[in-house]
């Protein structure tokens, strides 16, 4: 079992000190960040096995097909249900390197996909309207807790 810290969401995008250039238009000028979604981390999920060992995905409430994810979001391929659609209200460019989205993504559950225009990661944000050092967040990282409010 994961354990998992309190931290701020501040904390988690200032981890690896990468560079933030905020656009939020680019879903309108470069198509390709809806293909190229880095693969969501929900930092709480543990995985169930089957008897082989191989992991059960998870499955639609409504018919029961395996989800798959679709941008941001896990959608049924048979009828199009989705599980809890994330809604992105914030874009930044940053500089971040591939090995950097992937810590970032696995230890702190940041979502991130590529602009194959830009030739760099996206940094997508899921909430408003609050400060980033005041926005809850969870990492499995036990140096990155911090309360809100506090720096890294």
């Not at 931290?7 to 238009?25: D, E």
């Not at 060992?53 to 941001?72: F, M, N, R, T």
């Not at 249900?81 to 559950?109: N, R």
Request: proline share 5%; charged share 25%.
């Amino acid at each position: 079992m994961k354990t998992l810290y309190h931290t701020n969401f501040a904390v988690a995008v200032n981890w690896c000190n990468n560079a933030l250039v905020l656009c939020n238009n680019i879903p309108q000028i470069d198509d390709s960040i809806w293909d190229n979604f880095e693969p969501i981390v929900d930092l709480g999920y543990e995985p169930e096995y089957d008897e082989e060992g191989d992991e059960i995905k998870p499955k639609c409430p409504e018919c029961g097909a395996e989800l798959e994810q679709v941008g941001p979001n896990m959608v049924c391929p048979e009828c199009g249900d989705g599980e809890d659609q994330i809604e992105i209200y914030q874009w930044f460019i940053t500089d971040c390197s591939k090995w950097d989205v992937e810590y970032l993504t696995q230890h702190f559950g940041l979502i991130f996909t590529y602009s194959d225009l830009l030739d760099c990661y996206i940094l997508c944000v899921t909430h408003c309207g609050t400060g980033w050092g005041y926005v809850d967040w969870q990492t499995t990282n036990p140096n990155a807790e911090r309360k809100l409010g506090e720096k890294k």
